[in-house]
């Protein structure tokens, strides 16, 4: 099993930041693909960013040019730099993390329960 919990959120004035991290925890042997996902009320969840294990990313279109992906494998985490937030943005931020649990292993998707960020105008 494995745990995901997120920190770093909160409420901010629109044009400031944040970082949001993701911390996994319990039987990990590799982890993929690493991503934030959002959901403001009354939407479905939306991917954010996502990034592979080399690295690679890529964004939504509403936050390219605002909002950074990174990741330690070494330490399973995953990073979310907000910058020049909008009101648009608050919503509650979820990490995920593509996780195989043993060599040879079939990869699960985990999530993080959640962290609200809020943007004020």
């Known amino acids: 099993q494995v745990q995901l919990v997120e920190s770093g959120g909160g409420l901010v004035q629109a044009g400031g930041s944040l970082r949001l991290s993701c911390a996994a925890s319990?039987?990990?042997?590799?982890?993929?693909?690493m991503g934030w996902y959002r959901q403001a009320p009354g939407t479905q969840r939306e991917v954010v960013a996502r990034i592979s294990r080399d690295h690679s990313t890529n964004y939504a279109d509403f936050v390219k040019g605002r909002f950074t992906i990174s990741r330690d494998n070494a330490r399973n985490m995953v990073y979310l730099q907000m910058t020049s937030l909008k009101p648009e943005d608050t919503a509650v931020y979820y990490c995920m993390q593509l996780v195989t649990s043993q060599r040879m292993g079939v990869p699960v998707s985990y999530w993080g329960q959640g962290t609200q960020v809020t943007v004020s105008s």
């Open positions: 319990g039987t990990i042997f590799s982890t993929n693909v």
